[in-house]
């Protein structure tokens, strides 16, 4: 038996930590938290009222942005939650259901994503497997799991659109099949929330720096997906700059009147420091108990403190393929944490939630460095 445990130890421990993500997120799903939120009942309505009629409340046919109470919601979410409202009655277990398979989703994916990252790595299934506990516990994603925001389904794209890529980016960008299915999580990522709207495109510059030999050397395989990602978009650019799919761009300091440039920067500046804050990350502070517990950080200590281990161990790093990963995911935390950071209302976990992955994965990064050290 012993030998077996030796043998399947991984199998095994990865199967615990898909069951704990699991139980988390569908224990008491329906009572817990207690009573629906106003974006809940939204998402809940309006998926079940075009599943029926093909319109949401405001009888508008098929729409791409969701009127809802003014603040012209992103469609993906509310269109898969017509399908489960349909199959379960419009309750709050089914509401939540898709969130909360979601939150399992990214956990999974999670997983493989670190097995691509650390790949080259002695150590790789096991930091695979810390990344995947770390996002199965984490009171920040269990917090957007559990509840109908569409940011948690926006999460669950991101993450699966970041393991194929590091897919493509392990065969050069030569993969059609790889790279379609990767532009294509991320198109569904933009459809989901208004946050990708503002991460999404400066990270694809961010890709585009850092491999910019590779993307150029292969940029013949790449114009196909690239076609079918833009073409998919259309609806959205079409929304963007011919309907209210901009709406949301007002609750934006840009929005402000009577302030200069340069206090629009500092302001910027000042609400990306308050998101990387010890009050934010480990002291809950928030605006609204709807985006928090009040008494629980979005991070644990040991996370925390790892993931200074990382931006620390990036500075020794040598290697220079290893030196683009971390690059990478310290981009990832910094525009993750752009579009709450230029917002009005300061600090938004909700709006912050892409930035997720680059906390965990620096965490790891500095476990990783410690073990080299040891």
Known sequence: MYANLQKYWYALTFFCIILIATLIRFYNLGEVPHGMT????????????????????????????FRSFGDFKAPLAIYVNGLFTAVFGMNLFAVRLPFALAGVGTVLGSILLTLEVFSEKKHAREYSLLVGFLFATSSWHIHYSRTGFESGIGLFFFIWGLYFFFQVLKKNFTSFFLTTVSLLSFVACLYTYHSPKVTLPLLALVIFT?????????????????FLAVAS?????????????????????????????????????SSFFKHVSVDFLLLAETTTLRHGTGFLGVLFLTTFVSAILGLVSFIYTKNGDWKKHHFFFIAVLVLGLLPASIALE?????????????????????????????
């Open 38 to 65: 106003w974006d809940e009942a939204a998402i809940g309505y309006n998926g079940f009222a075009l599943f029926e009629t093909r319109r949401d409340e405001w009888l508008e046919r098929l729409p791409v942005s």
């Open 210 to 226: 850092l491999y910019f030999k590779k993307i150029t050397t292969h940029f013949r395989a790449l114009l196909l997906p690239i």
């Open 346 to 374: 300061v600090p938004h976990s909700n709006r912050a939630i892409l930035a997720l992955p680059g906390f965990l994965f620096l965490s790891v990064f500095g476990v990783s460095f410690v073990v080299e050290q040891l």
């Open 233 to 269: 978009l259309i609806p959205l650019i079409n929304d963007s700059f011919f309907g209210s799919g901009l709406t949301r761009a007002g609750v934006t300091i840009f929005s402000s009147e009577g302030i200069t440039f340069a206090e629009k920067i500092s302001y910027i500046f």
